[in-house]
């Protein structure tokens, strides 16, 4: 059967399409055969699939032959089932004839006999030759395809049509085609059946001995054939499947040794989508079927089939999990291939399915899901790629250029060896290379990481590659025959997870031939006496390559570093664009890092700082900072080089804030400082940063720090520093943001150099008079050299090392509370009575602090006029926590010798300087009084009041003002401004009344002495200096002679001293010359009284001591008398009314007698002599004056002469009112005695009932 | 051949809040941020696959060469992979 491979293949090769036989009866097909070919491929055709369900395929392509043909006639009956696929699926019997006779005779038996092959799906196309306008012609034509349909056609099935050559045609040709369609749908149903007849008869022998998987696999690619054939491309994916499975399961069999294959040259290339790469023949052996080549072919089958159904995704899918698979089969065989061979042919593999998949993918045709996973898949061929080729160029000595970036360690260091059965030695003639090779070594030095960091670099290599070739070697030299045959044992060193998890079952192993020829050329050329050197290694390693790499493009990568470079950047970028195209950011982020790392290599630091910074925006944002550790210092390696100032410092703040244990202390302090070299030396213009990962803050715990309206204050705050080493801050400011309003209240506090220590720090920052509200912290800034830094980050102030270390929520708070504007403080006067004026006194003033300390408080004492303070007397000061309470109960007590509360009052004596008094310290809290002593003047005499005429002395007058303005708050900033009003008098207000005593002349002056002040007045003396016109009766002294001194005066009471004087003239006065006009009355007296309640004892007084020494105050106050008081010279009286009742309406005469008391010579009472002026006054509302209501009156100045003047009057209103009254106008009221100079009232009845009152109706 | 096992729980929002290194074998030096790295990378998978199924536990999703992945994915869209 074997032997039939080649012609199969030759028949695949030459037979794409279905065959469509022409029986060309009556020779027309000359004539049809380009109209026929016209109609080829068939646009559209319904057959059915596998499962008989009818499937829809386009361009169906065919190809009409005539049985006459060479290709059909010259087959073998075997071939013919074998390759039944082949053979035409319809039978086309064109025929011709216009006479019936002829018909019935000739054409008719002829048919029957071509036809009578059941095996054939035929169908007979009558050509009709008549021409349209040739009736009889066309008349009889279609009588013989009438006679022909009804000898061909059954009731079944219609089996023929009508081809009018000169007529419409169109008709035809779809009836043609369905007819062709159904033709092909039964032939194809009926080999399917005879196939899978075949099949299914094979199958069931399969592990019988004589079974052979060639004639199965015949038979079965047959029918795929056949199905693809058809456009059936499912149906022949379907066997294709279906076969590999079935060869996979035959290859493993225990007992069926098989050639791998793979030795031959070019079988590096993968050929994994390349069906004809070769012969079938070829991958025959024996037999059996060669794994390496027959997988390959299998694959390409069907991923041609998937590319036809236009599934490039489910290639690029399939295609990957092949290399794999296959990839471990590599590894199996190993041993038996190449140097590397698994390595080259994993990469070509790889690239052949990246380009031919991603050629024959349409973006947007599939849905979004596949197109990621495409892409995906797209990215992993890439990637794997990329691993084996960074595996052959770390073989050839191009480790040094590979980065060792945690991807490439990842990928590579867990990659075992490759496993040749001979590790490849150095060729004879490469000494040359060896040595140049030795140079290179020599000269690369190794790579420093930036900023002096020590790390451990990551492995590229699962083993040391210089210990294992020469071990590899050694044991080959030692004749470890089972480490040379089966590389595949478990390591016995121990040395590294070499023995990968892709190790085949070793049940598997058993009985793997070992063939020495299909090692790599070159491999034997010696046995090794020494260990290799790396550099021998390398060139070895090269040379082994040379021979198994046929692909030059492949091979020319490895040549040369450059090479090497361009090939990795095109793997690695097509990966990271795959990958990002899928989603997958982080392979294609880590990938870019990759591309970034070539690009800083060569100098391109633009694009590399660029790479770099996706992918440690990935690494920060996921906070994965051991991998970020590994790429920040080359980022900013990157930014020092671009001279990126902004974006090294932050770079360095980042490394800086990175988790403590993932850098030295060394390499962190480093990053310090080479924060500090910059801030401070080479940037020009500020740069802004934000270190809130590194310097956090937090309020001091506790309540918030509470200030006063206008009160500036000092907040402290802790800040944490990152920094590994002290961090001295040029200036460091706060902003507070209030909690009322968001717009507003952003407050900054400054402070000066700070020096941060690593970790906690306190910071205290001065604060600005802030408006009211409570604040919570803000932002942090700061400046350290040119650099401004921020913070946001707030840290919930545990200690660092905690979890919640820190906490990106803001503090909800608040760190400052700032109250709105009160009072803060409270002045006042102790007393609101008054004190003795022209004396010194104290007047107290009572400070108040209301919730708020008076520290270093300044009191501006600003006295008014007529006020001023005695300086030389101290100003006291004392605490008076008490004094609300002690005042009211007792009143008179001395505050100084009040019991109660002395243990705790504090008093203290002050002096005013320029106006001022500083407080002392103990002030700043309580309560306390400052006791000033001032000195009211008033210049002017009190005057006494008369009963003729009492007044009160005037309040004004004694009123003085002290303005007050204390300047208090921690730098003076709140001030208090209030007058006080303080009140002075003189002790007592002197009223007086003077009495006649009728006997001799004499009078009884009565001084009353009001007390104004709140003190106990004890007069010891008192004398009266009389003014001219009076002389003292009596004793003459002066001293009043009804009272006895002492005499005491309580506060608000009254005391009377009456004297005893005369009219009379004062003998002696002339010699003084000078008359007194006012008497004056002095008083000596002393006073007892606390400053606590009003007036007390003038201060010197106080000061002198005891009471012996008492010195008495002496009050002086002018009095006023009058003379004479008592002596009227003319009388005015109201004769009585008449009995009778007065009545409205009626006339009343009213009377008034004036009578000269005295001789009048000397006065003047009218201009006309011996006539006075009279004047009755009444109110008209009332009184109707009938007549003189003014005039003259005849009147004698002799004492004794009288005149009564009458006036009628009529009362107009009814009640009591007041009668109409007589005056004297040129008369002084003080010459008239008229008391009482008439009724006030007198009574008016109502009229008596009169008619002449009565209003006409 | 034992070697470490790493254990990692990762939050919603990607980020590693805890880490493990478990196993008995003598431990590579570079081995924490090779396994860190792995895992990282397996992140891109479990995005995937986790809305794909109900299943909590997702085994084998990922394999380095000789590492494998398989991650349990809480309710709350936690990771606890090894």
């Not at chain 1, 159904?182 to 004589?210: A, G, H, W």
């Not at chain 1, 000066?752 to 800034?781: D, E, H, M, Q």
């Not at chain 1, 602090?849 to 270093?856: E, Q, R, S, T, V």
């Amino acid at each position: 059967m074997a032997n039939y491979l080649a012609q199969f293949q030759s028949i695949k090769n030459s037979c794409d399409h279905i065959v469509i036989a022409v029986e060309d009866v009556s020779d027309l097909w000359p004539t049809v055969k380009g109209r026929f070919d016209e109609r080829l491929p068939f646009r559209r055709a319904c057959l059915n699939n596998k499962t008989r369900n009818p499937v829809f395929v386009e361009n169906l392509n065919a190809e009409f032959i005539l049985t006459t043909d060479s290709r059909l006639r010259s087959r073998f009956p075997q071939e013919q089932s074998l390759f039944w696929f082949r053979e035409p699926y319809a039978t086309v019997v064109l025929v011709t004839c216009e006479d019936l006779d002829e018909f019935k005779t000739i054409l008719k038996p002829r048919l029957k006999l071509i036809v009578q092959n059941d095996e054939r799906e035929w169908f007979i196309v009558f050509v009709s030759r008549a021409h349209p306008s040739n009736d009889s012609a066309t008349k009889s034509a279609k009588k013989v395809y009438d006679k022909v349909q009804v000898e061909f056609s059954t009731k079944k099935r219609e089996r023929c049509c009508k081809f009018d050559i000169h007529g419409p045609e169109a008709l035809f040709w779809e009836d043609l085609e369905s007819k062709i369609m159904e033709c092909v749908r039964n032939t194809l149903d009926r080999r399917v059946q005879f196939y899978e007849d075949e099949i299914r008869k094979l199958s069931e022998q399969r592990f019988m001995p004589i079974w052979n998987f060639c004639n199965f696999f015949i038979l079965k690619e047959s029918l795929a054939f056949m199905f693809e054939m058809a456009h059936l491309y499912e149906d022949a994916l379907r066997e294709y499947d279906e076969l590999e499975l079935c060869y996979l399961e035959t290859v493993n069999m225990i007992g069926k040794q098989r050639d791998f294959g793979g030795v031959e040259h070019g079988d590096d290339q993968a050929a994994l989508l390349n069906p004809g790469n070769k012969p079938l023949s070829q991958i025959v052996q024996d037999d059996s079927f060669r794994e390496f080549e027959f997988r390959q072919y299998l694959f390409a089958y069907q991923s041609k089939l998937l590319f036809k159904l236009n599934r490039p995704f489910e290639v690029a899918s399939r295609g990957y999990s092949f290399v794999i698979s296959f990839s471990k089969s590599l590894t199996l065989h190993e041993h038996k291939l190449p140097f590397c061979m698994r390595e080259v042919w994993v990469i070509t593999a790889c690239w052949d399915l990246i380009t031919a998949s991603s050629s024959e993918y349409k973006a947007g045709v599939v849905a979004p899901d596949i197109e990621k996973e495409f892409y995906r898949l797209q990215g992993d061929l890439f990637s794997l790629g990329r691993v084996k080729f960074l595996r052959l160029a770390y073989l050839v000595g191009y480790g040094n250029d590979i980065e060792r970036s945690p991807v490439n360690s990842a990928s590579l260091s867990m990659l075992p060896w490759p496993r040749p059965s001979v590790w490849p030695s150095v060729p004879t003639e490469a000494s040359s290379e060896v040595l140049e090779k030795e140079k290179l070594i020599l000269q690369t030095t190794p790579k420093t990481k930036h900023f002096g960091i020590q790390r451990k670099k990551l492995p590229l290599e699962p083993t040391v590659l210089l210990r294992e070739a020469n071990r590899r070697r050694a044991s080959l030299s030692a004749g470890n025959a089972f480490e040379i045959f089966d590389g595949h044992s478990v390591m016995t060193d121990g040395s590294g997870p070499d023995g990968s998890s892709k190790s085949p079952n070793p049940q598997k192993k058993v009985g793997i031939s070992m063939s020495r020829t299909f090692s790599s050329p070159g491999n034997f050329e010696g046995p090794p006496d020494r260990p290799m050197r790396i550099a021998e290694i390398h060139v070895a390693a090269q040379h082994a390559l040379q021979g198994t790499i046929s692909d030059e493009d492949l091979w020319k990568s490895l040549s040369t570093v450059e090479e090497f470079e361009k090939k990795y950047l095109e793997l690695t970028k097509g990966a990271a664009d795959n990958y990002h195209r899928s989603w997958w950011k982080r392979h294609g982020v880590v990938l870019d890092g990759e591309i970034a790392a070539v690009c800083f290599r060569h100098g391109n630091f633009d694009q590399a700082a660029k790479s770099y910074e996706k992918v440690c925006a990935l690494y920060a944002g996921e906070g994965w900072q051991e991998l970020l550790a590994d790429v920040l210092p080359n980022l900013a390696e990157c930014q020092k080089m671009l001279n990126d100032q902004a974006g090294y410092l932050s770079s360095c703040i980042r490394l800086l804030s990175l988790d403590k244990s993932l850098f030295l202390n060394k390499e962190r302090e480093a990053f310090q400082a080479e924060l500090v070299r910059l801030a401070h030396s080479e940037l020009k213009d500020p740069v802004p940063l934000d270190v809130s990962s590194l310097i956090t803050f937090s309020g001091i715990p506790g309540p918030p720090l509470e200030l006063c309206d206008g009160d500036p204050g000092t907040l402290s705050v802790t800040v944490w520093s990152g920094f590994p080493d002290d961090m001295t801050l040029d200036s460091v400011s706060l902003t507070l943001m209030a909690t009322f309003n968001a717009d507003v209240g952003a407050k900054a506090v400054r402070s000066t150099t700070a020096v941060l220590k690593p970790g906690r720090n306190t910071v205290t920052l001065s604060l600005l008079p802030p408006k009211p509200g409570s604040y919570v912290l803000g932002v942090l800034t700061g400046q350290i050299g040119q650099l401004r830094f921020r913070s946001h980050s707030f840290s919930k102030g545990g200690p660092a090392d905690s979890d919640d270390f820190m906490s990106y929520e803001k503090p909800t708070r608040p760190i400052l509370k700032v109250f709105k504007p009160r009072a803060l403080v409270d002045l006042a006067a102790v007393i609101s009575s008054p004190l003795l004026i022209n004396e010194i006194q104290w007047t107290g003033i009572v400070v108040r602090p209301i919730d708020y300390l008076l520290k270093g408080a300044i009191l501006h004492i600003d006295t008014g006029p007529g006020l001023s303070i005695e300086k030389s007397f101290v100003i006291e000061m004392e605490s008076c926590a008490n004094l609300s309470q002690s005042e009211p109960d007792t009143p008179n007590s001395s505050g100084s010798q009040n019991g109660s509360p002395t243990a705790y009052k504090q008093s203290e004596q002050l002096t005013l300087e320029d106006g001022k008094v500083n407080f002392p310290d103990w002030a700043s809290d309580v309560d306390s009084v400052i006791w000033v002593p001032i000195w009211a003047k008033s210049d002017s005499l009190p005057r006494g009041s008369s009963s003729v005429s009492p007044q009160r002395p005037n309040m004004v007058d004694g009123m003085r003002t002290i303005a007050l303005n204390l300047e208090f708050g921690a730098s003076h900033n709140q001030t208090f401004e209030r007058t006080i009003a303080v009140h002075f008098s003189d002790p007592f207000h002197v009223s007086s009344r003077v009495i006649d005593r009728c006997n001799e002349g004499t009078l009884l002056l009565q001084v009353i002495l009001q007390s104004q002040v709140q003190a106990t007045l004890t007069v010891y003396d008192a004398w009266l200096e009389l003014q001219d016109g009076f002389v003292h009766a009596g004793r003459g002294d002066g001293r009043p002679t009804l009272v006895s001194f002492p005499l005491a005066v309580s506060p608000t009471s009254k005391g009377g001293i009456i004297f005893n004087i005369s009219l009379g003239r004062t003998i002696g006065k002339d010699e003084n010359g000078a008359e007194q006009p006012e008497s004056i009355l002095n008083i000596r007296y002393g006073i007892s009284g606390d400053r606590t309640s009003g007036a007390h004892p003038p201060v010197a007084m106080e000061y002198s001591g005891s009471d012996s020494a008492r010195k008495d105050l002496t009050f002086r106050s002018v009095l006023v008398l009058q003379r004479p008081v008592l002596d009227p010279c003319m009388a005015v009286g109201f004769l009585p009314l008449p009995s009778v009742d007065l009545r409205v309406g009626q006339l009343v005469p009213m009377k008034w007698r004036v009578e000269i008391l005295k001789d009048m010579e000397d006065k003047e009472i009218s201009k006309h002599n011996e006539e006075v002026l009279y004047e009755v006054n009444a109110n008209p509302e009332n009184w109707m004056i009938a007549g003189r209501k003014r005039g003259y009156i005849p009147l004698s100045k002799k004492q004794g002469s009288r005149i009564v003047i009458s006036v009628l009057c009529v009362p107009l209103v009814a009640g009591y009112v007041r009668p109409p009254q007589l005056g004297l106008p040129n008369v002084d009221e003080s010459d008239i005695s008229c008391n009482p100079p008439g009724p006030h009232l007198v009574c008016i009845m109502p009229p008596a009932l009169s008619s002449s009152f009565c209003i006409p109706v | 051949m034992a070697i470490t096992a790493s254990f990692i729980i990762v939050s919603r929002n990607d980020i590693p809040i805890y880490e493990a290194e478990v196993g008995s074998a003598t431990k590579r030096e570079d081995a924490a941020q090779l396994h860190q790295f792995v895992l990282h990378a397996a992140l891109d998978i479990v995005q995937d696959l986790a809305w794909t199924t109900s299943a909590m536990f997702l085994k084998n999703i990922d394999r380095f060469n000789d590492l494998v992945v398989s991650v349990y994915v809480t309710a709350g869209h936690i990771l606890f992979i090894y």
